[in-house]
């Protein structure tokens, strides 16, 4: 099944913004959406958000997501130490019936 | 507190069979889609299977389609993945994951189990 695409890693600095994207098509994310997961080493994913820009209760408002066609993005602002992690994309896409993950995208805090 | 905590991971051989289990705690288990996603070491995400809260939608990964089964039983706040057949390329962790539906994300997950296919 193919995946959604996202750039393997984005540098930025603290306290800086960071704009990590995610491309599929129109029958995942430019359809349902996509939700945003951050993996820190040795953890599970935790969701920031889905269906474009709803984030879970907890979740920081510097996590804001959004999607212009087939391309979401995740959008980190005043980047801190702790927001050094692996970033994900996910949506349902529905001509395979699965959900497809974007490869994700490492994100390194300088 | 809302828990998915994983058993039945470990070594098996190439060929061989392991049956994993998700225990939910802490929600209505029977209101969600359940998921298996796994990922192999340093590897990213890999969706392998869901089923839906009453069992009547289950989708599989083509990597997995007729190896691996999954269920679930209500009553017991369980979900299972039946690995048949299990490959070197099976290896990885192996999460359990809710979703409320397929616009709502995966909300959350466990803490994973490890499967290693090596003789």
């Known amino acids: 099944q193919a995946g959604l695409t996202q750039p393997p890693s984005v540098s930025k600095g603290l306290r800086q913004t960071a704009t990590l994207t995610c491309t599929g098509n129109?029958?995942?994310?430019?359809?349902?959406?996509a939700a945003w997961l951050q993996q820190h080493q040795g953890h599970p994913p935790k969701l920031l958000s889905y269906r474009n820009n709803n984030r879970p209760s907890g979740i920081s408002e510097r996590f804001s997501a959004s999607r212009s066609g087939n391309t979401a993005s995740l959008t980190i602002t005043g980047l801190q130490p702790e927001d050094e992690a692996d970033y994900y994309c996910?949506?349902?896409?529905?001509?395979?019936?699965?959900?497809?993950f974007g490869g994700g995208t490492k994100l390194t805090v300088l | 507190e809302v828990q998915l905590v994983e058993s039945g991971g470990g070594l098996v051989k190439p060929g061989g069979s392991l049956r994993l289990s998700c225990a939910a705690s802490?929600?209505?288990?029977?209101?969600?889609?359940m998921n298996w996603v796994r990922q192999a070491p340093g590897k990213g995400l890999e969706w392998v299977s869901s089923?839906?809260?009453?069992?009547?939608?289950?989708y599989y990964a083509d990597s997995v389609k007729g190896r691996f089964t999954i269920s679930r039983d209500n009553a017991k706040n369980s979900l299972y993945l039946q690995m048949n057949s299990l490959r070197a390329e099976d290896t990885a962790v192996y999460y359990c994951a809710r979703a409320l539906s397929t616009i709502h994300g995966m909300d959350v997950w466990g803490q994973g189990t490890t499967v290693t296919v090596s003789s």
């Open positions: 129109s029958n995942n994310v430019g359809n349902q959406g």
């Open positions: 996910s949506a349902w896409d529905s001509s395979l019936s699965a959900w497809v």
């Open positions: 802490g929600f209505t288990f029977s209101s969600y889609s």
């Open positions: 089923i839906s809260s009453s069992s009547s939608y289950i």
